[in-house]
């Protein structure tokens, strides 16, 4: 007799596979070696430091500049009283003379011998860098004083020249802010000059 009833398909179990969920990895943090922090504190430093100099540089810098500005006659031929003293030697056997040893001996005095040779006169301008008269640098600054033997001494840096027995001839007064010495070198006499008008007199009469 034949078998009428149907088969139940078998059921088939899938089995799902949970899913793996990615572990995260615990990073550990690394601690910089003694030698890493040794070479960034040395870094630090050298970078303070150099902003340290560059600035220094710059204000120093910035200073000369501005005090340079402020100078008069900072490119005039500046002499210091050790040159004054040689330039008009009151020698007893030959009057005053030019001591041509002294400006013979130093390389840098090459351009001043030149002049001192080439020139009958010489001048030397007294002035007082904190006290300038502006008229008379003016007519300086006018004044083509090229070739000349025009030399310039500030008394507000070399004030001892008014004790300095060697210069006494040249009557030097000391509360006088500028004051001209026209020293002849073929007649041996010189005259020394305190009134601005016959200062800038004088140096007008040189263009």
């Known amino acids: 007799m034949a078998n009428n009833k149907k088969q139940q398909p ?3 179990e899938i089995k799902q596979n949970p899913t793996t969920k990615p572990v995260a990895k615990k990073i550990e943090k690394k601690e910089p070696s003694k030698q890493e922090i040794m070479f960034f504190r040395i870094g630090i430093i050298v970078i303070t430091l ?5 600035a220094i540089i710059m204000l120093v810098t910035y200073f000369m500049d501005k005090e340079a500005e402020q100078k008069p006659f900072i490119d005039e031929f500046q002499i210091t009283e050790d040159d004054l003293v040689h330039l008009m030697i009151n020698d007893p056997s030959f009057g005053y003379v030019v001591d041509q040893d002294y400006f013979t ?3 840098n005095y090459s351009e001043w011998r030149t002049l001192i040779n080439e020139n009958d006169e010489i001048y030397i301008y007294f002035y ?3 006290e300038v008269n502006l008229e008379t640098e003016t007519i300086i ?3 083509n004083l090229e070739g000349r033997a025009f030399f310039f001494l500030d008394l507000d840096v070399f004030t001892t020249i008014y004790e300095n027995s060697n ?3 040249l009557n030097l007064l000391e509360n006088e802010p500028e004051m001209l010495v026209i ?4 007649d041996q006499g010189f005259e020394t ?3 601005a008008s016959s200062i800038q007199s004088i140096i007008n009469q040189l263009n």
């Open 183 to 186: 020293f002849n070198t073929n």
């Open 193 to 195: 000059l305190y009134t």
């Open 10 to 12: 078998k059921k088939v």
């Open 50 to 54: 150099t902003i340290a100099v560059a």
């Open 128 to 130: 007082k860098s904190s």
């Open 141 to 143: 600054n006018e004044t």
């Open 167 to 169: 210069l006494e001839h």
């Open 105 to 107: 001996k130093y390389d």
